[in-house]
């Protein structure tokens, strides 16, 4: 049996692990490490939004103190790509690319694996880069740092959901390591994660938010159901970027209802 202290070490450990796999941020090395070890990773992912948010909403805020907003909020994103090395943008393209230009599963997975970026990627990649800048700027100042976080930490838990309710449709890949049936006990860790900074937020718009992301999931899980049976980790990464717009949109809509 497992000790207090013994537990604490693991999922340390874990956290570790995770900030290394999902992030460019400097790690400890780990001796006598397991691929298997990242199974348990996905719990951590919400947390580690957390972590890129916050970084994100510090370089936002100390930038728009001395130049102007929109600079500020190029310049954090442009912090936030770098610190996951462009982990989910690059999913975003690839997955536009497949799902654009394949007919059938085995096409859309082929065509997700080519390193090459085509049509619909790039008018993927651009678009997506495009509505963030154009929502986030429309958000007032003195929010906008906490809806980051925000952001950041509940469209990772929406790619989490996605691991949790659907099967991995690759032999191997890059999300293989993460390709497990999660527990409920994990999802439920993920999703405190995930929400916990809804509460920095005015609940009316946080909640539209909330909603906007809630039916962009519905809409690409059953899309990924339908043409894949499954997700792949470049499905993962799309999730992350499509669901992480929808809450700033659904933010944003308060203010024009309001």
């Known amino acids: 049996m497992m000790t207090m202290h013994s537990l604490f070490l693991q999922e340390l450990r874990r956290l570790i692990l995770a900030i290394g ?20 990773a996905a719990r951590y992912f919400p947390l580690i939004g957390i972590l890129i948010g916050l970084i994100a909403a510090l370089i936002y805020w100390i930038v728009a103190k001395i130049l102007p907003v929109d600079i500020a909020v190029i310049t954090s994103m442009i912090a936030s790509i770098y610190l996951t090395g462009a982990f989910h943008e690059d999913g975003l ?29 790039a008018i993927a990649l651009v678009m997506a880069l495009l509505a963030k800048f154009e929502l986030l700027i429309n958000i007032q100042i003195v ?19 996605v691991i949790y309710t659907q099967d991995y449709v690759r032999s191997s890949g890059k999300a293989k390591p993460l390709a497990t049936k999660l527990s409920r006990s994990e999802l439920v860790m993920a999703g405190i994660f995930g929400l916990l900074p809804m509460s ?13 992301v809630i039916g962009v999931w519905c809409w690409f899980s059953f899309k990924l159901k339908k043409r894949l049976g499954g997700y792949t980790g470049d499905c993962l990464g799309a999730m992350q970027q499509l669901t992480e717009i929808a809450f700033y949109a659904g933010f944003l809509i308060w203010k024009g209802v309001a």
């Open 200 to 212: 920095l937020l005015p609940w009316q718009p946080m909640l539209l938010g909330i909603l906007a």
């Open 143 to 161: 929010i906008l740092p906490f809806v980051l976080i925000a952001a950041h930490a509940v469209s990772r838990f929406a790619a989490v959901a």
């Open 21 to 40: 796999f999902f992030t460019r941020l400097p790690v400890p090395y780990l001796a006598d490490f397991h691929e298997s070890e990242l199974n348990h």
């Open 93 to 121: 393209a690839d997955a536009a690319d497949g799902l654009g230009g394949g007919w059938d599963k085995e096409q859309v997975l082929t065509i997700m694996q080519d390193s090459r970026i085509g049509s619909y990627g």
